[in-house]
Every structure is written in C-alpha cells, then in structure tokens.
C-alpha cells in the first residue's frame, strides 16, 4: 500500500450537486422501490448478517442439498459461505428455466459483428450446453480441472462456460486480446489440461487469429498439462491442425446426447478463475467461488438492474472480464432473462452501432463503460449522423455504467442523449475480486448524483479509512475497505494464498479488512461514495485493468532496453493513458530514431502483452528521476506526462538535472 504517493491528496471528491431522482413512475414497479425499502433491507443485514444471506441465497438459488452453515469465519481471510450446500450452476443458470415457464423464451440474441443476428431459446441452449459438457466430459475433462478459454464474443463461448460449470471444471477465461506470452503464462500458473478457442475472430470487419495464438502459446512450452485444444469455427479461415491434441468443436459435439447430468459441487467449489492485474508481479489469479458468487449474480440483476420478464438486457462488456462472467454468462440466465450477445466493436460499421443495436433488438436495460460513451460523445460531435437522437431508443428504461469513474458530463450526456432523461443511471462500482456491485444506485430508490456510485448495495459493509484502519469522517479523501466478508467475494488468489492476505487483508489495517485498492470520499450531506481512483500501481486505460509493473517488465524484456518506468495520466477518452520513461542501452534517441524506437517498443509490449498494454507515449532519457537510495521517483514522472510543472520537493532527488529531459517527448 503506498497511500502517500497517490491520488488521495490531489482529489478531494466531486463538487457536484446535482441530483436526479428516479421517477415516480419506476419507483412504482422496482423490485426494490424506494429508499424506505432499501433501508430496510440494510437494517435487515446489521440485525441479523448471516440470517439475512441465508434467507437470499435460499430464495434466490436451487440448492441439491441445503446448506446448514452461512459463515464460516474459522479459518478468515479465508472465509467460507454456504459450504455444506451443493449446488451446480448451469443447472440454476439452464435447467431452472425449463420447468418455470421460460423453456421457450430467448435466452440470448447474438448480434455479429456484420449484424447479423441468431438466438437460441433457454430449451436451445440447454441442449447444447449439454452436448458441450458431454463432449468434454468424452476427452477425460473432469471436476476440479482447469479449462482456459481463448475466445471471442459468441454463444458458444457463453456455453463453453456454463459447459466446464456443468461438469465442475474451473474455467479461466483469458480475454481474446491478449497475447500468446499472456495466455501461456495463465496456462502455465492455472495448470490447465484444455484450451477452448475458435478458429479466428471478427472485429470491425476484419478476421483476427485466435488459435494460432493457441499454438503459439504451446510453442513456448512447459504446457504439457494440456491435452485438448477444442476449436469452434467461427470464421473458417485457415488455421494449423494437430491431430490428437486438436479436436473441432462441431464434431465433438455432434454425436454426444443432449442430456448431461449436472456434477453437484459444493458451495465453495472454485466456479472460475480469471487473471487481473494487480501493482507487482505477474497477474493474480482470482479464485471465485460457486454459491455465493451465483448469489451475487442472481441478486444484483433483481437489485441492481431490477430485471423484468420482458426486458431485452445488453452488457457491452466481453466475456474476458469480471463484468462478462457476472452479467453476461451468470447473471441474465440465472434470472432468466433475454440478453444480447455482441461479437463487434462500437464504432464498426461507424459509431451508431450500439444505438442502431438497441433500437433492433429493443433493449430495455444497457450497461457500457465510460470510456465507449466518451468515445461515441467524440464521434458524435465529429458525425453528426451517428448521434443517439437518429435512432429509436424508446425501449430503453435504465441504463449503467461500470469500469472506472464516470465523469459528471459524459453521465449527463448518457442520461439525456440516449436515456431521454427518463432512464435512471446505475453507477455500479465494483471489481474483479467482488464478484458483483458493491456500490451503486438502486434504480427505483437511490436519488442520483451525476460521477457518484452513491451507497452500498444492502449487506456490504463499505468504509473509508486512513492507512491505520481508523474510521475518517465523511467529507475527508480515504482509503476504500468492506468491513465484513460477503458471500460473492475472491476466495483466494490461485496458487497463492500469501498473496491473497497480503494484497486484499493488510495487516497494517488490522487483517481483518478488505482493501478494494480504491481511494474514496463520501460527501458530508448525501453519506454518498465516490471513488477517486487506485492507490496503488493499477492503471485503468479504457475500463481495463494494467499493472504498471506489468508493462515495465515488458519493457525491460526488450534487448535495447535498460531501465523503464510506466505511469498513468489522465486522458479525455480512455480515462487513464499508459506513459512510459525508458532508458536504452545506447545513447538517448532523438528525433526521427526516437520515432522509430518509440513505435518498436510500442509493438514489442503489444506483443508480450496485448494491444490494450501499449503505452500512448514514450519518453527516453539517460536515466530516470531517482532517490538517494535508487528509488524512482513516480509522483514527479506523473507531473511530467501531465505537462505539468513540478512543484513538489526534489531535495531527495539524486538527480534533478534529469527532469527537464523527461519534460517532453524525446
Ligand atoms: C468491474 C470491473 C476494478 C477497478 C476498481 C476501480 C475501477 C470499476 C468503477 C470504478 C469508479 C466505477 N472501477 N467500476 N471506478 N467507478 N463505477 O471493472 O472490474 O476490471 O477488476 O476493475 O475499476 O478502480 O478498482 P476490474
């Protein structure tokens, strides 16, 4: 934690004052209407905490065999929920809604990238999850195996998903835009005996290669634990074949039965594990559980999106991030809900591609994240033909925003351009390793203040506290922790539970709290949350999660390169922009060499990360501001990719001539 050298300081919370209260309308047909409503199920919680989950997670899931213990807290940070019960959850996702009248209703409507669109009923993708699950279940894949999918946006990566679920394989899912040294390395730390993947992948038009990024990825080695690549195709390109090790998706699955019993696992059974980046080292696998993770999903599709029979629900997200597997693969069809899968980008053909989406598919609840509706803010201003106020949106009654703050104006924008001012806004604060919401607005209660998440949903203990766990009084920037475990939290990081406690329960805030890595405010008048940004080395480019560390040790990784410091500074549409100080083994560029270094170096990280990691900029000096005892100074880089004017001490600096040359671009 190093709460000194952050943000905390420099922002001290939104200024903003105006509030927007749901209308009397929606209020009157939420699930949870009215603020009296949510209070109670607040008061509920600090009454009785354990019975108040007991009571959810009998109401909201199918359990095989009951639970008769909520919270085990024996063995914390470590905590248990729901651990005597059995549960399996493809069936409370599928089978649930073949006997409650849904069997026949559309489950999911994938939109193409070319536009294009099929469904499949609850009953349809019933049987072909079974047929998926039989099919692995044929190649020896098993309860307790890890399964790393490698795919693009699809209704057979949805049941790839709920496939490994059904069997009791833990799925990692790895987001199709990272690269083959990216894969291998989640391969490599998940132990994982199959690859799912897909021949290529559409994205605005064009086909991008998936599995020979696979075979790429095995071609490094020590991946001897995977014995099945099983590829879907998708587009039919050409793509190598290894015969035994590979196996098509449709031919495995072509004889297999459309029935699959379900394997019954236990509550804490790991569901998936999905990598995120954390301020050191390697990507931190983060374990998740099967009962209370479903809980959360089934929950805040009800709290949070307050999801109807009749809505058409669309979460923009991809099923490589948290938001993917909670509101795009779990979520809607634990509810039973109708959703939309989407293959394409927002921009292609041109940028009224989600707009033109909703007004086909008549959605009714739209979440997206900040930095797309900055982008299409941008377009719009630039096309005017692209605007929302061209497109039908009147099916739209509530919309959300999720992955990094949003800012009062684009949050005014969204509300008036494409809600019409008549669709609430939920701000849903939350992360990788909280399986859900944790802070957000309830639609029919909560009245909304434009770049605020507002409260936390009932149940979740969220505080704000300094850098010794003590309380700070509302009005003052601190650090944000949940005091007490929810059931849909990380469980453990694979692999590496001394990472767990010493990353997320701190003994510097008494071991007991959960450090989400966020500093916070809540206003002096609302009580209200809003978040100020990460603590800790995290940047977030366009809602994605990076690990400074993570980029710089790429760097280092290229043979030119001596010494690299990654930070982030704010940018207008992405949020946050990665900048990059490098030292070279040679002399410093300039000029045209430093172009044409800057842009190698770009590639190269795009390479042994993925594109979303490559820095915006590249600054190269002869060496990096640093202490007297060799530790770089990135508060005063952070000044220098601002543009800004240091006017903080250097006295400790060992160098202070080095910083006008890291002034501008080389
Ligand atoms: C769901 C997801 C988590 C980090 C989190 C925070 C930022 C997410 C936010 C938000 C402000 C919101 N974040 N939602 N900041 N307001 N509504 O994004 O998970 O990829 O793990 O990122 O994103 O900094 O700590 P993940």
Redesign the pocket.
């Known amino acids: 934690m190093a709460a000194t050298d952050t943000n905390l300081q420099e922002n001290q919370g939104s200024h903003e004052s105006r509030v927007f209260a749901p209308s009397a309308e929606f209020v009157a047909k939420a699930t949870i209407s009215g603020m009296p409503a949510y209070e109670k199920l607040c008061a509920e919680a600090a009454a009785d905490y354990e019975g108040f989950w007991a009571r959810l997670a009998r109401e909201n899931l199918d359990w095989q065999k009951p639970f008769t213990t909520t919270l085990d807290e024996s063995d914390a940070p470590f905590y248990k929920w729901f651990a005597d019960g059995q549960l399996n959850a493809s069936y409370n996702c599928l089978d649930r809604n073949l006997t409650n009248g849904n069997a026949d209703k559309t489950a999911i409507i994938f939109e193409a990238d070319d536009g294009q669109s099929t469904r499949a009923t609850y009953r349809e993708l019933h049987e072909r999850v079974c047929k998926f699950a039989n099919g692995l279940r044929s190649r020896g894949i098993q309860k307790g195996d890890r399964v790393i999918i490698y795919m693009s946006m699809s209704i057979e990566a949805v049941a790839a998903m709920q496939a490994c679920a059904r069997i009791g394989a833990t799925h990692s899912v790895v987001f199709g835009g990272f690269s083959a040294k990216s894969l291998h390395e989640r391969i490599i730390d998940a132990g994982a005996v199959a690859v799912i993947t897909a021949d290529e992948q559409r994205r605005g038009g064009k086909s991008l290669p998936l599995k020979a990024i696979v075979d790429e990825a095995l071609a490094l080695g020590g991946c001897e634990t995977i014995r099945n690549v099983i590829v879907y195709q998708r587009t039919g390109g050409n793509i190598d074949f290894t015969e035994g090790l590979d196996v098509w998706l449709h031919e495995l699955v072509a004889k297999q039965p459309a029935e699959c019993e379900p394997e019954w696992v236990g509550a804490e059974h790991p569901l998936f594990i999905l990598y995120?980046s954390g301020s050191t080292g390697t990507p931190k696998g983060v374990q998740h559980s099967t009962g209370g993770y479903l809980l959360w999903c089934a929950l805040t599709m009800k709290w949070t999106f307050d999801i109807k029979p009749d809505d058409v629900f669309w979460c923009t997200a991809d099923i490589g991030?948290?938001?993917g597997h909670s509101y795009i693969t779990y979520g809607p069809l634990l509810v039973g809900g109708t959703e939309i899968v989407f293959e394409g980008i927002p921009t292609f053909p041109n940028a009224g591609r989600f707009w033109d989406t909703i007004a086909k598919h008549k959605v009714s609840i739209f979440y997206t994240a900040?930095t797309a509706i900055r982008s299409l803010i941008k377009a719009a201003d630039v096309d005017p033909s692209v605007h929302p106020k061209n497109y039908d949106l009147s099916s739209l009654r509530l919309l959300g925003?999720?992955?990094?703050?949003?800012n009062p104006e684009a949050w005014m924008w969204y509300y008036n351009n494409v809600g019409g001012g008549r669709c609430p806004v939920v701000?849903?604060?939350?992360?990788?390793?909280?399986g859900g919401h944790m802070?957000?607005p309830l639609p029919g209660a909560t009245p909304m203040v434009p770049g605020s998440?507002t409260l936390p949903l009932p149940g979740i203990m969220a505080a704000i506290v300094d850098e010794a766990g003590a309380d700070v009084a509302n009005g003052q920037g601190g650090i944000l922790v949940v005091k007490r475990p929810w059931p849909s939290m990380i469980r453990t990081i694979w692999n590496n539970p001394e990472r767990f406690k010493a990353s997320y329960f701190p003994d510097e805030l008494g071991g007991k709290y959960y450090l989400?890595?966020?500093g916070a405010i809540r206003n002096s008048d609302t009580t209200y949350f809003t978040?100020t940004?990460?603590i800790d080395d995290?940047l977030?480019v366009s809602?994605?999660?990076m690990g400074t560390m993570e980029i710089e040790s790429a760097l280092v990784a290229n043979p030119l390169v001596a010494e690299a410091a990654v930070v982030g500074r704010p940018d207008e549409t992405t949020g946050e922009s990665i900048c990059a100080f490098v030292v070279l083994k040679q002399a410093r560029p300039t000029g045209e060499e430093a172009k044409k270094l800057a842009t190698e170096l770009r590639n190269w990280v795009a390479k042994e990360i993925g594109p979303i990691a490559k820095p915006k900029e590249i600054r190269f000096g002869d060496n990096l501001p640093k202490t007297r005892s060799g530790k770089i100074m990135r508060r005063l880089l952070r000044v220098l990719a601002k543009g800004e004017t240091i006017t903080q001490d250097i006295s400790t600096l060992e160098n202070p001539a080095i910083l006008d040359q890291l002034k501008e671009a080389s």
């Open positions: 995120t991030w948290v938001t900040p925003s999720v992955g990094e703050p949003i701000d849903t604060f939350w992360q990788t390793e909280t802070i957000t998440c989400a890595g966020d978040i940004g990460r995290v977030n809602g994605h999660r």
